[in-house]
């Protein structure tokens, strides 16, 4: 009898990356997702609290039969909101952001060129013999694209890719590593993480208005009812400090879709500001590469 042959591993049991699988690879995580938990609980945690505080206000109407009923939209608007954010944020980081299959070896005999000039390094002392340019041109749709050979995955790049040094993995129109949702944002989640942003934005800007809207509503003075009021105060407090954030991000992203930029590498350092960009690198210079099919 024939010795029985191993079962042939898939894709992501043999994976060179940093990723985190999941489902049988059908979800693909960053090396950092543990940080998915934090977000969660910074968009989750005030949208509760600001769904309590309705739900309470309803209760007290209809037990003083006063008509609630103009509460129950904002109830369920808050609540899509809040799902609609944390839908596009688990999309956003258990999507494949478009990583480049990496080789397994250097490029054919074909593709490289054996003179000994300084522009020729060695590819990792894998094959001695073997010189590659460390640039090339390439004609894209008429247009001549200079791009670049990655050591590590063993291939050039695509036009508008980069290597992502924390998830170890070349990325189609790589924008940046987004250490809030332990991704990295590319070709194919970049739509959901924009949807995020801007969700996240209104959701800040709808608490920030009606808890406003409570404090004003009270048949008192402002610092009365603000003094009657804590959750509203720290709601309003908290989206105020929050919208800079995500709503920087926003208006950000839409400049870079309007104009055909991405991040990488386009750095100031005011983005320091944003915690989004913590992973980003210092004084790059911009680049103007479309960003969307």
Sequence with gaps: MDPEKPEPKRLYQVWRGRNIFCLGGRLIFGPDAASLYLSTILIAGPAIAFCLKIALIIKHGLRESESAASWYPVLVVAMVLTILDILFLFLTSSRDPGIVPRNTKPPEWDETIELDTPSMEWVNDRTPHLKLPRTKDVDVNGHIVKV???????????????????????????????????????????????????????????????????????????????????????????????????????????????????IFPHHYPWIYFFPLFISMSKNQLITRYPILC
Excluded: E
Excluded at 209 to 229: C, E, G, P, Q
């Design 148 to 262: 670049k050979y990655c050591d590590t995955c063993m291939l050039y790049r695509p036009p508008r890719s980069s290597h992502c040094s924390i998830c170890n993995n070349c990325v189609q129109k790589f924008d940046h590593h987004c250490p809030w949702v332990g991704q990295c944002i590319g070709i194919r989640n970049y739509r959901f993480f924009y949807m995020f942003i801007s969700t996240s934005t209104l959701l800040c800007v709808y608490i920030f208005v009606i808890s406003w809207y409570n404090i004003f509503h009270r048949k008192s003075t402002v610092l009365k009812a603000m003094a009657s009021d804590y959750l509203s105060v720290i709601l309003i407090v908290y989206c105020f400090i929050t919208f800079w954030f995500v709503g920087g991000l926003s208006v950000f992203h839409f400049y870079l879709i309007s104009t055909n930029q991405v």
